[in-house]
């Protein structure tokens, strides 16, 4: 679970941030209490989504860079209600 270290070492030099990854990891990630966090409802291994899946993708990161702006208090996390899916053939 380091990136919740690296999230707090950042958080501490003033450099916000936010965390994405898959709900499978809250109970372990909430007791590190990072600052925000973005959960999927995807596999371990693949938070953002689906290789080549650029609209689920995109909608994940447009969510992250949402909760940097909009975060009033600490500790601050979304569960995104989408399931994980497999992209289309390119």
Do not use: C, W
């Amino acid at each position: 679970m380091s990136v919740g270290h690296v999230s707090r070492a950042f958080e501490a030099a003033g450099i916000p941030t936010v965390i994405v990854m898959s709900n499978v990891f809250r109970g372990r990630v909430t007791v590190m209490r990072p600052a925000r966090t973005v959960f999927t409802k995807h596999v371990m291994g693949r938070p953002m989504g689906a290789p080549f899946d650029v609209e689920r993708q995109s909608h994940v990161l447009r969510e992250a860079l949402k909760m940097l702006e909009t975060a009033s208090e600490p500790e601050t996390s979304v569960v995104l209600p989408e399931r994980y899916r497999v992209a289309p053939e390119r």
